[in-house]
């Protein structure tokens, strides 16, 4: 795993080990947590994604390509699994199909909810989510950055 993404990785684990040192009776103030957690969560994903990705381009084409994908990977937002199916079958049909039929009927509800989730926080709407639902989609985002980088990583490598 990228360095980069190992660090972010091992800082969110702590923001989610704080979790368990709330008051299991105050709800609010764990709601409020949940919320943090999922804009934190979703944009982990993101960032994450987009530092793999950029070291996929620095390993694998010319300079100038890879300033370019750099540039076009800046945008990244609103990871759901529609964009993640899209972003992946930018690089590679082969990664988009292997995501398809070997990941997305586990990961696409909670990429989907994670996103909805966090586009309603941000715009000042109250959701539902619970610590423990938001640690499930953490989860599943670690399993996606995981496959994902394997994937840029060799073991899933398109053939060219």
């Not at 982990?44 to 300033?67: D, N, Q, T, Y």
Request: net charge positive; hydrophobic share 40%.
């Amino acid at each position: 795993m990228l360095v980069e993404v190992h660090r972010a990785r091992t800082r969110l684990d702590s923001v989610f080990a704080m979790t368990r040192l709330l008051p299991l009776d105050d709800l609010e103030i764990r709601a409020h947590w949940a919320r943090y957690l999922c804009v934190l969560t979703s944009g982990f994903l993101e960032e994450s994604l987009r530092l793999i990705l950029e070291e996929f381009g620095k390993k694998m084409a010319h300079p100038s390509v890879a300033r370019y994908m750099n540039s076009s990977l800046q945008g990244i937002s609103g990871v759901n699994d529609e964009r993640l199916r899209q972003l992946i079958g930018s690089f590679s049909d082969e990664w988009r199909t292997a995501y398809e039929r070997d990941l997305q009927d586990r990961y696409k509800a909670h990429l989907d909810s994670l996103v909805a989730n966090r586009h309603q926080i941000a715009h000042g709407r109250w959701v539902g989510i619970s610590i423990q639902r938001i640690t499930e989609y953490y989860r599943s985002v670690i399993a996606v950055i995981e496959w994902v980088h394997d994937s840029c990583c060799g073991l899933h490598r398109p053939r060219h």
